[in-house]
């Protein structure tokens, strides 16, 4: 009898289980799927290694940077090396702002990088705009003469430009830096924006045209809000080249109180010594900084551009 009893809920388990009811060849199918999706997503299980291995060697050396920005002169000396600092301090930190004037350093790039870039989205836009919508034989012409302009190295065009602005009375001005930093970066923007307006549809510009914009009124409503990853992805690149730029800033800016970032990380050699890597690094960190938090800052903003188009607002 109790057997029996067995055997019966033996069956019962085996009724009430997911594959009681499934065929051998059910079951086959189901096998298959499983082994697909795990040839799936082997290959993205590769891509994400080298991914991970290239955030891990492009993101090491800044890492490190910190890392010894907060260590004292003698540990970074010390041989071996160590990664994570014994003693954490400020000092280099605090060093810095003491034997130099870095503070001069970071107003000067920052001010210099912001009218730059003001100056070339607003200069970059109207022209993009004009290359893009108005057809003149000219035109043509002069973006491809503009494009070659970029392409010319800075080292060939210093000397003239010394002198150039030595004559208009703007030497050790950083009003110099802003007007250079410009007219070098603007055909950059200029090719960049005017691939934007080009993926733009007309029929845009002239359903707000018809609702009673006019011409300025649909580029500044429809055009502009649509292009905003282009602006955003322009703006970017400029501060970040006028914020680095050195050759121009060493050779015109003669006055520490004019002196920008890169031309001040040099002099940093003679003011604290080839061996003093913890100031060094710290200044360093001081420069990465802001560039980074751009970056993050405008990723989402650059995302939120494509995604909410061109009749925003």
């Known amino acids: 009898m109790g057997e029996r009893v067995r055997s019966d809920e033996v069956r019962v388990q085996d009724l009430e289980s997911p594959e009681a009811g499934e065929s051998p060849a059910g079951r086959r199918g189901v096998r298959a799927t499983a082994s697909r999706t ?14 991970a291995l290239t955030i891990i060697a492009t993101d090491a050396p800044l890492v490190w940077m910190f890392l010894s920005s907060l260590k004292p002169d003698t540990e970074n000396a010390a041989y071996p090396p ?84 030595t004559g208009l009375g703007l030497g050790n001005n950083l009003l110099a830096l802003v ?88 002099l940093l050699f003679d003011q604290t010594g080839v061996y003093s890597w913890g100031v060094l690094m710290a200044g360093s960190v001081l420069v990465t900084v802001p560039v980074i938090l751009l970056f993050i800052v405008a990723q989402r903003q650059l995302v939120e551009g494509f995604g909410e188009g061109a009749l925003k607002g």
């Open 179 to 266: 007007i250079l930093y410009s007219a070098t970066l603007l055909p950059f923007a200029l090719w960049v924006l005017r691939s934007y307006f080009n993926g733009i549809p007309l029929d845009l510009e002239h359903a707000a045209m018809i609702d009673g914009c006019t011409r300025f009124g649909a580029f500044y409503r429809v055009v502009v809000p649509q292009a905003l990853p282009g602006i955003i992805s322009t703006g970017i690149f400029t501060f970040n080249a006028a914020w680095s730029e050195y050759l121009f800033a060493s050779t015109l800016m003669t006055s520490p109180s004019k002196t920008t970032l890169s031309p001040g990380l040099a």
């Open 38 to 51: 795990s040839r799936r997503r082997r290959p993205r299980l590769g891509l994400y290694a080298l991914l």
């Open 82 to 165: 160590t990664i994570l600092p014994k003693t954490v301090t400020l000092a280099n930190y605090e060093n810095l702002f003491q034997i130099s004037q870095f503070g001069t350093y970071l107003r000067n790039s920052f001010l210099v990088a912001s009218a730059a870039t003001l100056v070339t989205i607003v200069v970059g836009l109207t022209a993009a705009y004009s290359l893009s919508r108005f057809r003149f034989w000219f035109l043509r012409g002069l973006g491809e003469l503009s494009l070659f302009a970029y392409m010319i190295p800075p080292i060939l065009i210093l000397v003239p430009i010394a002198r150039i602005i």
